[in-house]
C-alpha cells in the first residue's frame, strides 16, 4: 500500500465555498444534528425505561434510533466542524474509516427496515400467532442479522475501496469519503469496480425497496377486515414506515443504483441521507404513535 499510494490525505470541498453560507450552513447542520441526537436519544431511553413499550415493533425501533444516532455522528460532526475552516482535510485512514463505518450502519438499517415491514406484516396478517412468531429470541436474531449483514455489506464495500492505488489529485467534492468520489480519484481504470459497487450497493437497496413497497401494499390491502378504530391504527403505523423507509431509499437508489457520473443534486441527496433521514425518524414515530407519545408524557411527568 505505501508503494502503491501516494496520499495520506484527501481535500473535501464542502457543500460550498462562500464563507456567509458557510457560516449559516454551520448553524443550520449544528442546529440538525442536536435535534437528532436529542430527537434519537429521547426515543431510545423512552423504549428502554417505559413498561408499555415492550413490543417486538418498538425493540426494533429502539435500534433504529441507535443506528441513525451513531450513523449521523459518523458523519455531522467531522462536517459541521469543516465549515468553520477555509481548509477542509481528512487522513487516508480516516477517510476509509468513515466508508466503513458509515456503510456499515447504512446496510444494517436496511436490513433493519425490512425486519420492521416483516413485524408489522406479522402484527395485521397473522395476529394470533404475532407472539409466537416473533418471540424475543427472534427478535434478538433479526437484529444480529442486520448487524452481520451490514457488516458483510460495508467489508466488501471496503475492501473494494482500499486496496486501490491514489496517487492523485485527492479533491473530494463532496463533505463526506464516500464510495463514487474515490472511485473517480483512483490512479487505475475503475469501470469493472464500479460495476460491483452498483450490485452490492445500488441493487440491493433498489430490490429491496420494492419488496417493502409490495409488502406495505398487502398489509395495507389486508386491512379490509378491520374495523374502524383498527384500520386507522394500522394504517398510521404503517404510513409512518412508509414514511421513513421512503426517506432513506429514494436518495440510497439515487446515489449508488448508478454508473459513477458526477449530478449537481448529488450533495443535496447525501445531506438528505446523512441529516434530513436521521432527524426526521425519530419525529415521525413520535408523532403518530399515541402510545409512544404517552410514553415520553409519562416519562417527563417521572422527572
Partial sequence: ??????????????????????????????????????????????????????????????????????????????????????????????????????????????????????????????????????????????????????????????????????CGPNVIDNFICDIYPLLKLACTNTYLLGLCMIANGGAICSVTFVILLVSYGIILNSLKGYGFEGKRKAFYTCASHITVVILFFVPCIFLFARPNFTFSIDKFMTVVLTFITPMLNPLIYTMRNADMKNAIRKLWDRK
Fill in 1 to 166: 500500500m505505501e508503494n502503491r499510494n501516494s496520499v495520506t490525505e484527501f481535500i473535501l470541498l464542502s457543500l460550498t465555498q462562500n464563507a456567509e453560507a458557510q457560516k449559516i450552513l454551520f448553524v443550520t447542520f449544528l442546529l440538525i444534528y442536536i435535534v437528532t441526537i436529542m430527537g434519537n436519544l429521547l426515543i431510545l431511553v423512552t423504549i428502554v425505561v417505559s413498561q408499555s413499550l415492550r413490543s417486538p415493533m418498538y425493540f426494533f425501533l429502539a435500534y433504529l434510533s441507535f443506528i441513525d444516532t451513531v450513523y449521523s455522528t459518523t458523519i455531522a460532526p467531522k462536517m459541521i466542524n469543516d465549515l468553520l475552516h477555509e481548509k477542509k482535510t481528512i487522513s487516508f485512514q480516516a477517510c476509509m474509516a468513515q466508508v466503513f463505518i458509515d456503510h456499515l450502519f447504512a446496510g444494517a438499517e436496511v436490513i433493519l427496515l425490512v425486519v420492521m415491514a416483516y413485524d408489522r406484516y406479522v402484527a395485521i396478517c397473522k395476529p394470533l400467532r404475532y407472539v409466537t412468531i416473533m418471540s424475543r429470541w427472534v427478535c434478538v436474531l433479526m437484529v444480529l442479522v442486520a448487524w452481520v449483514g451490514g457488516f458483510l455489506h460495508s467489508l466488501v464495500q471496503f475492501l473494494f475501496i482500499y486496496q486501490l492505488p491514489f
